[in-house]
């Protein structure tokens, strides 16, 4: 507590409330249940096509060369744009107890990352705002149209989030997860959108690509824009995406 009261930063008071001890890993939660889902569905999506299965781009080669990158060409195609989303928010197999796997680790398998895409230059794909439902491997339409320019501004107008054919963007669902692990789940869904975070960044090394991570935007302007309410449902980063030029 001493920290938050000298810094006046009431993220150390949330730290030092939700550190371990032998008599509390996260019991302190009024948050219900799992809600018996691993990720929403939106319905009428468009299915994608099936990611490849190699790059002929070597693992160790991805993560010695990946960069932040914010020049990209005008136009995404739609394969390229599966395969990152595949990659790294997907499901990639079943667990034994019946659940998805994902391409990312999460806290308790309790997976509570989902993506949206915001496209403006996407081969194949209308301009609009899109969720990605994992299980189909699909993208659902929020609403159609070209938000790139609100997105340049809710981005405190950083212009490669603008000139980017495609945007993800990672939300959290934080009951998911604080159905398990109470107070310590803030920090876990954090750590999970890193993981998922990352593998935007390695496959679209891998692709040709680049991208960037942008954290920061106008949260109540975003959730906004993706219809989400900021509270069961919140913004976490958003990552440009593009063929690399430079």
Same mark, same amino acid.
């Given at each position: 507590?001493?920290? =938050?009261e000298s810094?006046?930063?009431?993220?150390?008071l949330? /730290?030092e409330?939700?550190l371990?001890?032998?008599?509390?890993y996260?019991?302190?939660?009024?948050?219900?249940?799992?809600?018996?889902?691993?990720?929403?569905?939106?319905?009428?999506?468009?299915?994608l096509?099936?990611?490849?299965?190699?790059?002929?781009v070597?693992t160790?080669?991805? #993560?010695k060369?990946?960069?932040?990158? !914010?020049r990209?060409?005008p136009v995404?195609?739609?394969?390229?744009?599966?395969a990152v989303?595949y990659?790294s928010?997907? *499901?990639t197999?079943?667990a034994w107890?019946?659940?998805p796997r994902? =391409?990312?680790?999460s806290?308790?398998?309790?997976?509570?990352?989902?993506?949206y *895409?915001?496209a403006?230059?996407?081969?194949?794909l209308?301009p609009g705002?899109? /969720?990605?439902n994992?299980g189909? %491997?699909?993208?659902?339409?929020?609403?159609l149209?070209d938000?790139?320019r609100?997105?340049?501004?809710?981005?405190?107008?950083?212009?490669?989030?603008s000139?980017?054919?495609?945007?993800?963007?990672?939300?959290?669902i934080?009951? @998911?997860?604080?159905?398990?692990?109470g107070w @310590?789940?803030?920090?876990?869904?954090?750590?999970?959108?890193? %993981? =998922?975070?990352?593998?935007?960044?390695l496959?679209?090394?891998?692709?040709?690509l680049g991208? *960037? $991570? *942008?954290g920061?935007?106008?949260?109540? !302007? #975003?959730? $906004?824009l993706?219809?989400i309410?900021?509270?069961?449902e919140?913004?976490?980063i958003?990552y440009?995406?593009?063929? !690399?030029?430079?």
């Open positions: 507590m001493r920290i =938050a810094t006046g930063d009431p993220a150390w949330y /730290h409330l939700s371990l001890d032998t008599g509390f996260g019991g302190r939660t009024r948050y219900p249940a799992p809600p018996g889902e691993y990720y929403k569905e939106l319905g009428g999506g468009l299915l096509p099936p990611p490849p299965e190699f790059s002929g070597d160790l080669k991805a #993560l060369s990946r960069r932040s990158r !914010r990209y060409g995404l195609n739609l394969e390229s744009l599966s989303l990659y928010v997907g *499901v197999g079943v107890w019946g659940g994902r =391409a990312y680790p806290a308790g398998a309790l997976m509570p990352v989902e993506a *895409v915001v403006r230059g996407v081969s194949g209308d705002i899109y /969720h990605y994992p189909e %491997h699909s993208l659902e339409p929020v609403r149209g938000y790139s609100a997105l340049y501004e809710i981005s405190l107008e950083q212009e490669h989030v000139t980017a054919p495609a945007t993800i963007i990672l939300t959290s934080i009951s @998911r997860t604080a159905s398990k692990y @310590r789940s803030y920090r876990y869904i954090h750590l999970d959108t890193g %993981h =998922a975070g990352e593998n935007i960044y496959a679209s090394e891998a692709l040709g991208t *960037v $991570a *942008v920061a935007f106008y949260d109540r !302007r #975003l959730c $906004a993706l219809d309410d900021c509270v069961s919140m913004p976490m958003m440009p995406v593009g063929p !690399r030029t430079g």
